[in-house]
């Protein structure tokens, strides 16, 4: 069987919680890792010029629960896109990059999620095109310097709505630090995409998958990208999940969803949860196991700095 992790996106957690609350929730829902949220809001955005103190809280609260962050989600790019036609925003969309780059080394993630957008609230154009392309290519030189990925993901949007256009984007930017990051639902949404095909020809660009269920693009219909329940929406998730295996692609899968507006977000996670631990088995991909706090505390020695002894952990 295909062992691979599987995450939850931060929103679609309760807020409110502290991050060790956060992280323990994360473990008790059977999850591996939180996906780290970046988004445009100012209270996210703030993240980035987070204080050592800060820094040192969150690791410690990772740590103590034995839970770890595979992908920083950096969407406030769409407040500040790299192809704007202001100067001085696309400089302040280089500066949050590097800002991310430093947060996610000091916080231990190894990737970092870019909204495929040139531009979000403004028109495209032939310049927010090259302006993206260009900018896009210093922020992938600031990541290899210190050795952290970025993946472009696969977005409501056709300028990047496909693993081909961020595979184009490979032949003007050649690096190892540059892959994508597809939305399993975003692609489904696109009736130009053949979605088995974009999988299978460039499984070589892919480092993390999201799990989203989605309505299409038509001719009447400008398709419904968020918060659509998993079965309901139009992703055949058995035939895509199905390819991964077959492929035998041992990366990550976050299921993203919202819960905002939810009356108990926790029964919602749960029930997603459910939805595809049954689609994992039906297909043959196993879970990476979760480790508890209490064995990671063990394995990687913090037990016995502790004064702790193997067997109160029921480990011989």
Not at 114 to 126: I, L, S
Not at 208 to 222: G, I
Not at 239 to 259: D, V
């Amino acid at each position: 069987m295909t062992v691979n992790a599987v995450g939850i996106y931060e929103k679609a957690l309760p807020q409110g919680l502290s991050w060790e609350e956060m992280f323990t929730l994360v473990h008790d829902l059977g999850f591996n890792f939180l996906e780290f949220s970046i988004d445009e809001s100012d209270e996210r955005l703030a993240r980035l010029s987070w204080t050592r103190g800060e820094r040192e809280s969150f690791r410690q609260a990772m740590w103590k629960t034995g839970n770890r962050i595979n992908t920083l989600m950096l969407s406030g790019h769409r407040r500040y896109p790299l192809g704007a036609k202001d100067p001085e925003v696309r400089a302040k969309a280089l500066e949050m990059m590097q800002q991310a780059i430093d947060l996610a080394v000091d916080l231990g993630i190894r990737n970092i999620q870019m909204a495929g957008y040139d531009v979000y609230y403004e028109p495209k154009t032939a310049m927010s095109r090259e302006w993206y392309i260009e900018n896009l290519a210093k922020c992938v030189h600031m990541a290899a310097k210190k050795m952290v990925m970025l993946s472009v993901e696969t977005m409501d949007d056709p300028f990047l709505n496909s693993i081909e256009k961020i595979d184009y984007l490979k032949t003007q930017i050649h690096s190892p630090f540059l892959q994508a990051y597809p939305d399993v639902g975003n692609l489904s949404a696109w009736p130009e995409v053949d979605v088995a095909k974009d999988i299978e020809r460039y499984i070589n660009d892919i480092v993390a998958v999201h799990l989203k269920d989605t309505e299409p693009v038509t001719t009447t219909s400008q398709g419904k990208f968020k918060e659509v329940p998993f079965g309901d929406g139009t992703v055949d998730f058995e035939a895509c999940l199905r390819i991964f295996k077959r492929l035998q692609y041992n990366g990550s899968f976050t299921i993203e969803m919202w819960t905002s507006t939810a009356s108990d977000p926790v029964a919602e996670v749960r029930k997603a949860k459910a939805y595809f631990d049954e689609l994992f088995d039906k297909v043959g991909i196993r879970q990476e196991p979760v480790v508890g706090k209490d064995q990671f505390a063990y394995n990687t020695g913090l037990a016995g700095r502790a004064g702790m002894m193997p067997h109160a952990y029921g480990i011989a």
